[in-house]
């Protein structure tokens, strides 16, 4: 069958490809390194100490606010140092000037001012108690540190010149252990304890399995744009068509970016699966898992594929196809921006009614249906359909524009003609 022809032909074009062996190695690699750069970052940030000087009016908390960063400094050994000095509280006006020139020229990072009135508890939100001066305002983790410092022992002092007894207090602040475990279970005659939960399993599995077809859909999709441009621009198209019907070309080059999806989805998520093992999670998968990861994935290739293949065949040159594909890629990363949501509230009103949106159903119901208590049978299987009714309209809709976007020349089409082709039987 020509079909098969035109799926073994693209597939093998694909992944014969250094590209596609490159993007295979460096998409991972990308979105790792966009984890550990920052963190590594923050590391290498963190050399050089953080000077600070502190002008305390008060007289009663810099000894304190020492003692504290040295602390820190010793159970952070590799992490970024606070040294705190003491200045003398002086004129206001003229100790700020002299101040804000050492900062200015980085031999401070940063001072303070604690302010005489800080052991009154504030009256209104007007009354400041200590001021923080840095020409680095992006920089929060000192501030922070500082102000959680500050306010810890000022809360000791007040509690002190009460009367209280800190170390009882303190006692008695302990928090108490909360940990996540799984439900109650009873069958078969027998009753299941409950078990602390593993955050790896909880979350992070459905995280790493959506951004596991996301990649592989697009890494399967986008080349199809890219194959039916060229054989436009070199005249190959006139050949093919010629040869290969204009839907059986098409169906084809599907059937072989969904082939070139599914390659990378076993490779990321074998991948995956033996990292996930080696952390002592057997089995991160379930059978039902992989057979809706698979339904979810086929109707996602050929949703987005036959678009991008729309897009290609419609379009003569790369500069047009900028403007037709900014919606189709809105419309692949918007399930991406909703991630977060679905999977602090999995059966929320606004989880429900994205993931049941057919564009999005392939990478959002497949996380509800990996997230703890898992998406309703009926509305998966809703998902599940509307998102291949979607599929089987994009391809009709797509294959009316190849069979004419193919053979036309010219300036791109207009939204318009674009409708009267999908129209044209």
């Not at 009256?123 to 108690?129: C, G, I, L, P, T």
């Not at 599995?205 to 596991?212: D, H, N, R, S, T």
């Not at 979607?390 to 674009?418: D, K």
């Amino acid at each position: 069958m020509k079909l098969l022809a035109v799926c073994k032909q693209e597939y093998l074009a694909t992944v014969r490809t250094r590209a596609f062996l490159l993007s295979l190695i460096l998409m991972p690699l990308l979105m790792g390194a966009s984890i550990a750069i920052p963190l590594l970052g923050q590391n290498a940030a963190t050399v050089a100490a953080r000077r600070c000087v502190i002008v305390d009016r008060s007289r009663q908390l810099f000894d304190a606010l020492q003692r504290a960063a040295a602390t820190r400094n010793r159970e952070l050994p590799q992490g970024e140092h606070y040294l705190f000095e003491s200045n003398a509280p002086a004129e206001r006006q003229a100790q700020g000037l002299a101040l804000s020139r050492e900062v200015r020229s980085e031999r401070l990072f940063c001072f303070v001012e604690i302010e005489a009135n800080v052991l009154e508890p504030a009256a209104d939100d007007s009354m400041v108690q200590a001021r923080y001066y840095s020409s680095t305002p992006t920089h929060l983790a000192l501030p922070h540190w500082l102000q959680q410092a500050l306010s810890r022992e000022v809360r000791s002092l007040r509690l002190s010149a009460h009367g209280v007894d800190l170390q009882l207090l303190e006692r008695a602040e302990v928090a108490v252990s909360f940990p996540s475990t799984t439900l109650y279970q009873a069958g078969h005659g027998r009753r299941t304890p409950p078990e602390s939960r593993n955050p790896i399993e909880d979350i992070l599995l459905p995280l790493l399995a959506a951004i596991v077809m996301f990649m592989s859909v697009l890494m399967g999709a986008t080349p199809l744009m890219q194959s039916v441009l060229e054989e436009k621009m070199y005249r190959i198209a006139e050949v093919l068509v010629s040869s290969v019907p204009p839907t059986e070309l098409m169906m084809g080059k599907l059937l072989g970016a969904i082939f070139v999806s599914f390659t990378l989805l076993a490779l990321y998520a074998g991948g995956t699966g033996l990292s996930l093992m080696a952390t002592g999670i057997p089995n991160p998968l379930s059978l039902i898992d992989v057979l809706w990861l698979l339904a979810f994935q086929t109707s996602a290739l050929l949703m987005y594929g036959s678009v991008f293949l729309a897009v290609g065949s419609a379009c003569n040159d790369l500069r047009e196809t900028q403007t037709l594909i900014m919606p189709v890629l809105m419309l692949v990363m918007t399930p991406l921006l909703l991630l977060s949501v679905v999977i602090s509230d999995p059966n929320g009103t606004l989880s429900t009614v994205a993931s049941l949106i057919p564009f999005f159903s392939p990478i959002l119901m497949m996380v509800r249906v990996m997230l703890e208590p898992g998406a309703p049978l009926w509305q998966a299987l809703l998902a599940l359909t509307g998102s291949a009714a979607m599929a089987f309209l994009c391809v009709v809709a797509a294959g009316r524009i190849f069979r004419v976007g193919m053979l036309s020349g010219g300036a791109a089409p207009t939204p318009r003609e674009l409708a009267r082709w999908v129209r044209r039987p």
